[in-house]
């Protein structure tokens, strides 16, 4: 079975949060990068946001309302 211990992080006086260098490596993340934030069951999940496809997908909509496509998948 896989089993992952937690970090332990301290919430700043500014309601900051340090993820930890190796999450950061492992996913990637670095300044600027973007990330979602939700809650739920007392948790607060991250979830990297892949800036790229979001922009691709801002391009197709552009394409869609100047009728140079027809549907945005």
Not at 26 to 40: H, K
Not at 51 to 65: A, H, R
């Amino acid at each position: 079975m896989w089993f992952r211990f937690m970090d332990i992080t301290k919430i700043s006086s500014k309601g900051q949060i340090v993820i930890p260098q190796k999450m950061r490596d492992e996913l990637n993340l670095g300044e600027g990068s973007i990330v979602a934030i939700d809650t739920t069951n007392e948790m607060v999940i991250l979830k990297k946001i892949d800036i790229d496809l979001v922009k691709q997908f801002n391009n197709s909509l552009l394409d869609l309302k100047k009728g140079k496509i027809k549907r945005v998948a």
